[in-house]
């Protein structure tokens, strides 16, 4: 049985995370810590476990063997290097970190001690991540010429139940989140784009304030390629009714995947013909607890994680610069 300790309930995903620990036959949760107290003493109550205020106290206890980490983007590097150095596995809510010198902090302590991490990526366990991906390398597409993805909500408008929208308010902090719509919900179209083409030479991000808030509510992101091809990565807080969308275009035919309803087509001389979507992989915290058990060490979501922490430094850095940033450019 592994036993794993909460560390903060601050991001949205929280219990959902703390749902996936409790489903699972090998999992079981025994600590919760939180940088608010109050906050995670409501949840270890619930839970029926211990709280502890000191984070040392709690990596200190040699019968957690793990933690799942969901304090804010901004402590995420203290909180993982100081669980690694406790010898505890890690889960962590998407981003890594917010720069790429934070993150390789991280993975340099988790290789010195020799634990399991594991970046919360889901949509690249789906059926349809693996149907395209399936296209992309059996030549089905040609070669790529441009990928749009596109992820958005409503979460930043206003409502008769939620007059500030159904965001919580911590997710407008440009010191806790270093970033808004993109860095929190445009994660998932970001590295969906660096799977179909991957890394590309440069990012040009343009970001909207339609609210007000202190981070951007509204995002696009494009990704240039040495081959010609572009991405393009769309995320947003202010957007009532907005399908997840993933476009692939390529020589020789062209995707399309659209949710709800899920579906796959693909254009071919007859028309739009829709495609077979397999059964999905196993979600990345069920991924995480099988590479613990057996020893082993997750190193492509290790990769995808590392090179969506340069997309978003750079991204970021694009939109406040306002100027074309090369991803080479970024220091480790």
Request: charged share 15%; net charge negative; aromatic share 12%.
């Given at each position: 049985m592994i036993r794993v300790a909460m560390l903060s309930y601050w991001h949205v995903h929280a219990w959902d995370y703390t749902r996936?620990?409790?489903?699972?036959?090998?999992?079981?949760?025994?600590?919760?810590?939180?940088?608010l107290p109050e906050r995670g003493r409501a949840a270890a109550e619930q839970l029926g476990v211990p709280f502890y205020e000191s984070l040392e106290d709690l990596l200190a206890l040699p019968e957690i063997d793990a933690v799942i980490v969901d304090a804010p983007t901004s402590m995420h590097r203290d909180v993982m290097v100081a669980a690694a150095r406790a010898g505890k596995h890690i889960f962590t809510e998407k981003v890594l970190a917010p720069t790429l010198a934070e993150a390789h902090q991280i993975l340099a302590a988790v290789e010195q001690a020799q634990v399991v991490l594991t970046v919360s990526l889901p949509r690249l366990a789906e059926g349809y991540t693996q149907a395209i991906t399936s296209l992309i390398t059996d030549g089905t597409c040609g070669d790529l010429t441009l990928v749009r993805t596109r992820m958005a909500h409503n979460g930043a408008l206003p409502a008769e139940r939620n007059p500030d929208g159904w965001l919580p308010a911590h997710f407008y902090d440009p010191d806790q989140c270093r970033g808004g719509a993109m860095i929190d919900l445009g994660c998932h179209p970001m590295y969906l784009a660096r799977h179909f083409l991957g890394l590309p030479e440069t990012v040009n991000a343009h970001y909207?304030?339609?609210?007000?808030?202190?981070?951007?509510?509204?995002?696009?992101?494009?990704?240039?390629?040495?081959s010609g091809a572009l991405a393009v990565v769309e995320a947003g807080f202010v957007t009532p009714a907005s399908p997840f969308t993933i476009e692939v275009h390529g020589t020789r035919t062209s995707l399309i995947y659209n949710a709800p309803p899920p579906r796959l087509i693909m254009r071919s001389a007859d028309g739009?013909?829709?495609?077979?979507?397999?059964?999905?992989?196993?979600?990345?915290?069920?991924?995480?607890?099988?590479h613990i058990q057996r020893g082993t060490r997750n190193v492509a979501n290790i990769d995808a994680a590392l090179d969506l922490t340069k997309l978003m430094e750079a991204a970021n850095r694009s939109a406040a610069e306002r100027r074309q940033v090369r991803v080479d450019s970024l220091q480790p």
């Open positions: 996936q620990a409790q489903s699972h036959p090998d999992v079981t949760i025994g600590a919760v810590w939180d940088e909207g304030y339609v609210t007000g808030r202190a981070v951007e509510d509204n995002a696009v992101v494009t990704l240039g390629y040495a739009w013909i829709e495609q077979a979507i397999p059964a999905s992989q196993p979600l990345p915290f069920v991924q995480w607890v099988d």
